[in-house]
C-alpha cells in the first residue's frame, strides 16, 4: 500500500499540534490520578499515550514532511 503525503499549512498545523498537546495534557492528568490511587501500571500506559501525542504535536510544529512521517510511521 503507497503512503499518502499531505502538505499541510502553518495554521492547520498549529491546529493538530495544539489539539494533540491537549490530549496529552488530559492523559497525564489521568496518569497522575492513576498513580495516586496506586495503579503504577495503568497510569504508566497513560504516559505512554501521552508521549505519542506529545510526538505528533511535536512533528506538527516542525513541518508537514515530519508530520506525515509520524502519521504514516
Do not use: H, K, P
Not at 502538505?7 to 496518569?31: C, H, K, N, P, Q
Not at 501500571?41 to 501525542?53: D, F, K, L
Request: glycine residues 6%; proline residues 0%.
Amino acid at each position: 500500500m503507497q503512503e499518502r503525503t499531505y502538505s499541510y499549512s502553518e495554521a492547520a498545523r498549529a491546529e493538530i499540534a495544539a489539539m494533540f498537546d491537549g490530549y496529552a495534557d488530559g492523559l497525564l492528568e489521568v496518569a497522575d490520578q492513576l498513580e495516586a490511587d496506586g495503579y503504577e501500571i495503568a497510569a504508566e500506559i497513560q504516559r505512554e499515550g501521552a508521549a505519542m501525542n506529545r510526538e505528533v504535536a511535536d512533528a506538527a510544529r516542525e513541518s508537514s514532511e515530519r508530520l506525515d512521517e509520524v502519521f504514516n510511521g
